[in-house]
């Protein structure tokens, strides 16, 4: 069955720091779809990124970057110089096709960024 | 603001009751996305409607039911509520042509409580 570990429960850094969350997956499809979720402390959900499993490109957006390799199952998210406002909880999430069959999150990881 | 409109913001009610969430989607988009938040099991996909149709299910229970209406609003009906049923349950909504999960748009959530 599908799965995506995030081991990472709680991360604390200093503003300006660079800071890296990790994601597993575990899918026997060879095609299927990972995501990044933030969700900051006033609760909404914001979607961040979609990637298919035949685009390994990695990918850079501002201050975030996003790090694929099917290799190790690993779809990794950075933040570089992190800000105050990046303070969330972060999901990563794998679905088995392109509409949401056998869609699972990880358990998140809080990320805060302290002055 | 995403666009997307969740009613009620806040749901109380008893066990054993049936209660209608309702989302209504960015307009001109065409895919309805339901999840659920609890602190028992996080984050999971309920369900996926585009333009009318079911395309995906996840965890939903058999007490649990949706619908997508010509308008594109969706609702989603839970009813013999459990006291476990209590979560923040999420809409989303993306444009869905071709590549349904490229950006998903959040409603507010609404908050139910089962009491």
């Known amino acids: 069955a599908q799965k995506v570990t995030q081991a990472q429960t709680e991360i604390s850094v200093v503003e300006k720091e660079d800071v890296t969350l990790d994601c597993v997956y575990e899918?026997?499809?060879?095609?299927?779809?990972l995501f990044w979720y933030k969700q900051p402390p006033s609760g909404e959900l914001v979607f961040l990124i979609r990637?298919?499993?035949?685009?390994?490109q990695n990918e850079i957006s501002g201050r975030y970057s996003w790090n694929f390799q099917k290799s190790t199952s690993s779809f990794n998210f950075t933040i570089t110089a992190s800000q105050v406002v990046d303070s969330a909880v972060y999901f990563c999430?794998?679905?088995?096709?392109?509409?949401?069959?056998?869609?699972?999150f990880g358990p998140g990881t809080r990320l805060s960024v302290l002055p | 603001d995403s666009g997307v409109t969740q009613t009620p913001k806040h749901l109380i009610t008893a066990t054993g009751q049936r209660v209608t969430l309702r989302c209504s989607p960015r307009?001109?988009?065409?895919?309805v996305y339901w999840y659920q938040q609890s602190l028992d099991q996080g984050l999971q996909f309920l369900i996926h409607?585009?333009?009318?149709?079911?395309?995906a299910k996840g965890n939903i229970l058999e007490r649990f039911s949706a619908q997508q209406f010509p308008d594109l609003h969706s609702e989603l009906n839970l009813s013999s509520l459990e006291l476990g049923d209590s979560a923040l349950y999420f809409c989303?909504?993306?444009?869905?042509?071709?590549?349904?999960?490229?950006?998903?748009?959040f409603g507010p959530g609404t908050r139910l409580t089962v009491l």
């Open positions: 989303a909504s993306s444009v869905a042509s071709g590549a349904p999960y490229n950006e998903q748009f």
């Open positions: 899918t026997r499809d060879t095609t299927y779809y």
């Open positions: 990637r298919n499993s035949f685009d390994e």
């Open positions: 999430a794998l679905s088995e096709d392109n509409y949401g069959q056998n869609f699972v």
């Open positions: 307009s001109g988009d065409l895919s």
């Open positions: 409607y585009y333009n009318g149709e079911e395309r």
